[in-house]
């Protein structure tokens, strides 16, 4: 009865205090009109928006495709997040924990402050359920309790943190817990963000949570608002992660997927949460307007046979792995150009795999990226006991 009390206090406090903070979230505003406009576009203007730093790069490639003061240090409240779900998404993906699991709440998880769920001592959820907390709500204590499952008590979960963004190439951050409440020391940066960002989203699983606009725990006592607004207003939103606390100011690390274009949008310390929507929104619009992703056609009817010398066999196709899509400036999307550069001839022993060749992608005179042509098949050297045996085969099937 307590908690079903807190739940519709919350409730009511979101509907009609959207501007309120909780400590490590602002409250969002409901809005469940759908020809409601929340969310006004703050464009790019003289290469700068109304917000500490920011970045907008491409998912696949993490291509950057507008930046502002992006190495930065600073603080970036629930953000951090996103490196506890990664964690949490490598430890289901690699069978250590699993979503059915029932995660006990520690003194620790249900003594955190800010955004929560009010997990008690000795309480138990699962898994998927403190997963739903910490994506749609960013609930603190859940994410506690999740740390301490995967790795068997935060600290040691903090480490993980560390080291996994060292692996990442995230050389501006350092993690102090796996919440994002303010604490010194704990910072990152715009560019960092977007790196694990764009790791987390590789993971088809965190989207199924992200999406969530609305949902509810304790068989709907509980319930959930996503702090995200793109989730529920904005044309191909993914997800990811918002921040709000007094030193970082509102943050958003915003996902969205059109067609075959994902883009990552990170915003840190805007003055108020309308401004990072705002900025995000911005971001994301200048990334579809210009940018579209092209996958390179087929190349095959257009390789020959590289010659083999001493070999086996006179010749061997060319083969290769289909090309992943590039990005490429909307005006130039019809300009794709695909340069072809093979071996004349190559030396046998040839093996399967081997590179023949490769194949530039370029478009407008730049350099895209390439992929390598490849021997199909494995061709040996020709010596004396196999030209032997081919004769001896050849001569047989002339006396049938």
């Keep these: 009865m307590k908690k079903r009390i807190t739940a519709a206090l919350l409730a009511l406090c979101l ?11 602002e409250g969002v505003e409901l809005r469940l009109d759908e020809d409601f406009e929340p969310i006004p576009v703050i464009s790019i203007m003289d290469d700068s928006i109304p917000v500490k730093a920011a970045i907008l790069t491409d998912r696949q490639s993490g291509r950057v495709l507008f930046e502002q003061s992006a190495d930065e240090r600073l603080s ?25 699991d029932q995660v006990t709440a520690s003194e620790l998880a249900a003594s ?25 709500a960013s609930a603190n204590d859940a994410s506690v309790a999740l740390a301490e499952h995967v790795a068997g008590a935060e600290a040691v979960f903090i480490e993980m943190m560390n080291k996994r963004a060292k692996e990442l190439g995230m050389a501006d951050t350092q993690y102090k817990n796996c919440t994002g409440l303010d604490e010194e020391g704990h910072l990152t940066t715009a560019r960092d963000v977007a790196t694990v960002a764009r790791e987390l989203v590789s993971h088809p699983l965190i989207t199924e949570y992200s999406t969530i ?12 608002v996503n702090t995200n607004k793109l989730v529920r207003f904005y044309n191909g939103a993914t997800g990811l992660k918002t921040g709000t606390t007094s030193l970082a100011g509102s943050c958003l690390a915003a996902t969205a997927t059109r067609e075959n274009l994902s883009l990552v949008a990170v915003v840190l310390g805007a003055p108020d949460s309308n401004t990072r929507f705002s900025s995000a929104r911005g971001l994301l619009d200048y990334g579809f307007a210009n940018f579209v992703s092209v996958t390179p056609p087929p190349v095959a009817d257009q390789l020959l046979p590289v010659k083999v010398l001493h070999g086996v066999a006179d010749g061997v196709l060319p083969v290769y792995d289909a090309p ?10 019809d300009s794709l150009e695909q340069r072809i550069t093979m071996a004349e001839n ?12 490769e194949v530039e992608v370029v478009v407008n005179g730049e350099v895209l990226g390439s ?20 004769l001896m085969g050849e001569a047989l099937k002339m006396n049938r």
């Design 15 to 25: 509907l009609l205090c959207p501007a309120a903070a909780f400590a490590d979230e």
């Design 76 to 100: 970036a409240a629930s953000i951090t997040k996103v490196m506890t779900l990664l964690l949490v998404m490598e430890a289901i993906e690699g069978g250590r924990i699993s979503l059915n």
């Design 112 to 136: 955190m402050g800010g955004s929560q769920i009010w997990l008690e001592v000795g309480e138990t959820m699962t898994v998927d359920e403190l997963l739903r907390a910490v994506a749609i």
């Design 213 to 224: 606009w609305m949902d509810s725990l304790r068989g709907g006592e509980t319930e959930l």
């Design 324 to 333: 992943g899509s590039f990005l490429v400036e909307r005006e130039f999307e």
């Design 346 to 357: 190559v030396e046998a022993p040839v093996s399967r795999g081997q590179v023949l060749g």
């Design 371 to 390: 992929y390598s042509l490849r021997a199909s098949i494995e061709i040996e050297e020709m010596t004396f006991s196999n030209a032997f045996g081919r």
